[in-house]
């Protein structure tokens, strides 16, 4: 893989890194949750305040494409804004069962988004 991965900077801070892999959960649901606290920061950065991320998507898709530049990969961009929509339908849903704005979301509440999807 070419040198251009190795200088992403991650949305996460250090502390939040080290709080989700003292989790007492599986590697894979530390990863799960990982990924969604990433997706989460960028819909945070991205995201329009009075919007779901649902109802307005155009910023994500041009996040992703911008992101997609540094890739020399077409399909890359589309599979990436898939994977991003998939996460961002997620944490909508979630959010709202909790009745929370999705911006408000927390560790705590990723947590136990990945814990009930280990229990179904």
């Given at each position: 893989m070419s040198n251009q991965t190795n200088s992403f900077q991650s949305p996460l801070s250090n502390e939040m890194v080290k709080n989700i892999d003292q989790l007492n959960l599986p590697i894979i649901k530390k990863h799960h949750v990982r990924l969604l606290a990433?997706?989460?920061?960028?819909?945070?950065?991205?995201?329009?305040?009075?919007?779901?991320?649902l109802e307005e998507d155009e910023p994500l898709k041009k996040?992703?494409?911008?992101?997609?530049?540094?890739?020399n990969d077409k399909k890359f961009n589309q599979l990436f804004y898939?994977?991003?929509?998939?996460?961002?339908?997620?944490?909508?849903?979630?959010?709202?069962?909790?009745?929370?704005?999705?911006?408000?979301?927390?560790?705590?509440?990723?947590?136990?988004?990945?814990?009930?999807?280990?229990?179904n």
């Open positions: 990433h997706c989460l920061e960028i819909f945070k950065e991205i995201g329009n305040d009075e919007k779901s991320l996040w992703c494409e911008k992101q997609s530049q540094k890739f898939e994977q991003m929509s998939a996460a961002a339908q997620t944490l909508d849903f979630f959010s709202k069962s909790i009745e929370k704005n999705i911006k408000e979301l927390d560790l705590d509440d990723l947590i136990t988004l990945v814990e009930q999807k280990r229990e």
